[in-house]
């Protein structure tokens, strides 16, 4: 089975900060990988498919990048409504597997 | 607007049985893969199962396989997921997901426990 690495497991920034998140897959996935945005008591919120897709709606300070085995979320002006725990996901084959998550807070 | 919405949770002893199912409206129900995703209590996400559009193929997670079975009706636009020989560690909120459209139900607690 693919794992899947992410880090850090938690971070605190500012409003207007920019903010990477890192997911590392055990091994190449390509570029099948998605990102999820989830807040306390709600269903994930699906933001970027094949690493760097951007999902309608999504606003455009979130960016995703990467390919093989190692892939970044970047949040360039980070915004209260950010606050959140994200996740990656890779659907490169079956078992599908996700990152244990990052959770954002702000400072 | 694609909707997906899950029922049939609840409290179920060790041991017992649960079926859940989820009803999708607003796309071609028929023309899409549909998975089920959980998540324990304070816990991330785990993916569980997925079915082909045609339910020709079906895929589990290891913790569930043999256990655990998807199948979906596409004359009622509905998917469900048969869950026997349940565990204290079933315990969790089921997500029904149409991973191509982007789409996740509000979910459904499961809860297994004496």
């Known amino acids: 089975d693919i794992q899947m690495t992410q880090s850090p497991s938690t971070l605190s920034a500012s409003v207007g900060d920019r903010v990477t998140i890192t997911c590392r897959a055990s091994?190449?996935?390509?570029?099948?990988l998605a990102w999820y945005q989830q807040k306390p008591g709600k269903a994930p919120k699906f933001l970027i498919y094949?690493?760097?897709s951007l999902e309608s709606g999504v606003p455009s300070r979130f960016s995703g990048s990467g390919s093989g085995t190692e892939f970044t979320l970047t949040i360039s002006s980070l915004k209260p409504d950010d606050s959140a725990t994200y996740y990656c996901q890779h659907y490169n084959s079956y078992p599908w597997t996700f990152g244990q998550g990052t959770k954002v807070e702000i400072k | 607007e694609v909707q997906l919405l899950e029922s049939g949770g609840g409290l179920v002893q060790p041991g017992g049985s649960l079926r859940l199912s989820c009803a999708a409206s607003?796309?071609?129900?028929?023309?899409?893969?549909m998975s089920w995703v959980r998540q324990a209590p304070g816990k991330g996400l785990e993916w569980v199962s997925t079915?082909?559009?045609?339910?020709?193929?079906?895929y589990y997670a290891d913790s569930v396989k043999g256990r655990f079975t998807i199948s979906r009706d596409n004359s009622k636009d509905s998917v469900s997921l048969q869950m026997n020989s349940l565990r204290a560690e079933d315990t969790a909120v089921y997500y029904c997901a149409n991973m191509d459209l982007a789409r996740w139900g509000q979910g459904t607690l499961v809860t297994a426990s004496s």
């Open positions: 091994q190449s996935i390509s570029s099948w």
């Open positions: 079915i082909s559009s045609s339910g020709g193929s079906t």
């Open positions: 607003g796309f071609t129900f028929s023309s899409y893969a």
């Open positions: 094949q690493a760097s």
